[in-house]
């Protein structure tokens, strides 16, 4: 599946946003992916997550065991990844700020896990489930997401496979082109920031 294909599900989904966004980062845009509404779609969801178990076998890391995804937008794609992978899918949350696999889930040393995420802009919450899963001995071997925003600019602590890359400009808020600065934002990510106005 290429970029147009994938940006095409995005545009006929509606997910495609224009204006003035806050991503979870606390990076502004004027381009937001609402991956949950191409979500609530489970036959373009699936074709998708089949196009990136593809490319995560491609890549040399269709061996793993188990899918984990950062709770709650890695949990969908996460878990209709791992369907094509064959493997089980499991979740970590935030718990006083920082991620934990609970729910009875449980991951052995022998397990080989990639990390599946939606759509990653700085990385961060793909580094904090990983970090959460190295501190309870777990073998992370890659990470894995729809559209990689950073243009493979991003550090998340092991390799990363993306579906698709879509570089999209964003800004710190104190450093705003004109237009954009023009427009109230809007935070229509999952993650609270605080004092981000």
């Keep these: 599946m290429n970029k147009d294909e ?8 509606g997910a495609m946003l224009e204006g003035h966004f806050i991503l979870s980062s606390g990076l502004r845009s004027p381009v937001f992916l609402q991956k949950a509404k191409v ?3 489970p036959h373009q969801t699936e074709k998708l997550c089949k196009a990136l178990a593809d490319k995560i076998h491609a ?4 061996n793993v065991t188990k899918v984990v995804s950062p709770a709650i937008g890695g949990i969908i794609p ?21 991620f934990e696999l609970r729910r009875g889930f449980e991951i052995s040393r022998d397990d080989r896990v990639i990390v599946v995420e939606d759509i990653v802009s700085t990385g961060l ?5 990983v ?7 777990a ?4 990470a894995a997401c729809l559209i990689d925003r950073s243009a493979g600019e ?27 600065a023009a427009i109230p934002p809007v935070k229509p990510g999952s993650r609270g920031i605080q004092g981000v106005k």
């Design 6 to 13: 994938v940006l095409a599900i995005f545009r006929d989904c």
């Design 39 to 41: 979500f609530q779609y």
């Design 59 to 62: 890549k040399g890391f269709g």
């Design 78 to 98: 996460g878990y209709e990844t791992a369907r094509h992978l064959n493997v089980p899918a499991l979740y970590t949350e935030r718990v006083d700020g920082k």
């Design 125 to 129: 919450s793909i580094r904090e489930c």
């Design 131 to 137: 970090t959460a899963l190295r501190s309870i001995g």
């Design 139 to 142: 073998n992370v071997t890659a």
């Design 154 to 180: 991003a550090d998340v602590g092991v390799p990363l496979v993306s579906l698709i890359q879509y570089q999209v400009p964003a800004y710190p808020p104190d450093d705003l082109p004109p237009a954009l």
